[in-house]
């Protein structure tokens, strides 16, 4: 049996700290999952949804048990007290499916919403006057 995990930002592929998963966790697809994606100033936070339809775009990794506690303490002291490990469920492929995936603690209230909830799609913050840009960004989480 494996464990899965959803990750939307600086730990996707392509992304400033997608090496803690490397040899660790491996890559399934392209998700989605119910909540809103918000620009943290350094990195984005995935909070509750504010209304019906809002998805955050991430991808999907599996891990087995020999790898689950050393993997989830790695990515619990990444993600620091500001972030809550939960389980969800995911949109992946064809399939609804359990995985962890981390929120945002913190009062959301008031900052910017990354516009389609992808992280790495570049795209400007729905509500903010930054221009937001991963590529000009490093060391994010998610």
């Known amino acids: 049996m494996s464990d899965r995990l959803f990750v939307y930002g600086t730990l996707r592929r392509g992304a400033a700290m997608h090496g803690l998963l490397e040899g660790r966790a491996v890559w ?10 918000v620009d943290l100033g350094s990195f984005p936070g995935m909070v509750a949804s504010a209304r019906s339809g809002e998805r955050v ?8 048990p020999a790898e689950r506690e050393s ?28 995985a962890w ?13 990354i516009a389609g909830g992808d992280y790495l799609s ?3 913050p729905i509500a903010g ?5 991963p590529a000009a960004r490093t060391a994010r989480r998610g």
């Open 57 to 64: 775009r991430g991808e999907l990794y599996a891990f087995g």
């Open 101 to 113: 995936l981390y929120l945002y603690r913190g009062n959301a209230r008031g900052l910017p919403v």
């Open 122 to 124: 570049g795209g400007d």
């Open 129 to 133: 006057a930054r221009a937001f840009s």
């Open 28 to 37: 399934l697809c392209e998700a989605t999952a119910e909540g809103r994606l």
């Open 71 to 98: 993997l989830l303490d790695a990515l619990d002291r990444y993600e620091g007290p500001r972030f809550e490990r939960v389980t969800r469920t995911v949109a992946a492929a064809e399939a609804a499916v359990h």
